[in-house]
């Protein structure tokens, strides 16, 4: 999973996760932590790039690895995806893929249909209703999966 900008990939469960930039150092890290602490390898933006590493480049070689994308949506990213963004850009490859999870945190699947219905579609997680932690442990059962 990615966690800098609304990257974070999970190698193991071979995914890809997209947060709004304004969420890495909260609700975005904390999701990574999760994870990693169930064992699901992540990749995480704020840890994985260096310096002077062509951000893009590094975000689209990720995406091209994932096979499972989880989308951590939140206020900040919903702002984001109202404009022409990065966001917006790696939520249509991930749209692309078979296996996309949405993750609706601090906002609700109504205003996620608002923005994206066809995200909005996708069976996904809130956690309104699951704790991080226990949105974490379903989202490492996803390693589980065949590919």
């Not at 893009?56 to 096979?67: F, N, T, V, Y």
């Not at 945190?105 to 956690?127: F, M, V, W």
């Amino acid at each position: 999973m990615e966690c800098r900008r609304r990257v974070i990939s999970a190698q193991d469960a071979r995914g890809q996760r997209r947060h709004a930039w304004g969420d890495r150092a909260e609700s975005a890290k904390e999701l990574c932590d999760l994870l990693q602490s169930r064992g699901v390898s992540v990749w995480f933006s704020e840890r994985d790039i260096g310096l002077g590493m062509p951000f893009l480049r590094e975000i689209d070689r990720g995406l091209a690895k994932s096979k499972v994308g989880i989308v951590l949506v939140t206020p900040k990213l919903l702002d984001r995806l109202k404009g022409e963004s990065i966001a917006d850009k790696e939520l249509s490859v991930l749209l692309a893929r078979e296996q996309l999870v949405p993750v609706v945190h601090g906002t609700t699947y109504e205003a996620l249909r608002e923005i994206s219905p066809l995200l909005a579609s996708r069976n996904g997680l809130n956690t309104k209703e699951n704790p991080m932690a226990d949105v974490a442990a379903k989202l490492a059962e996803l390693r589980a999966l065949p590919n």
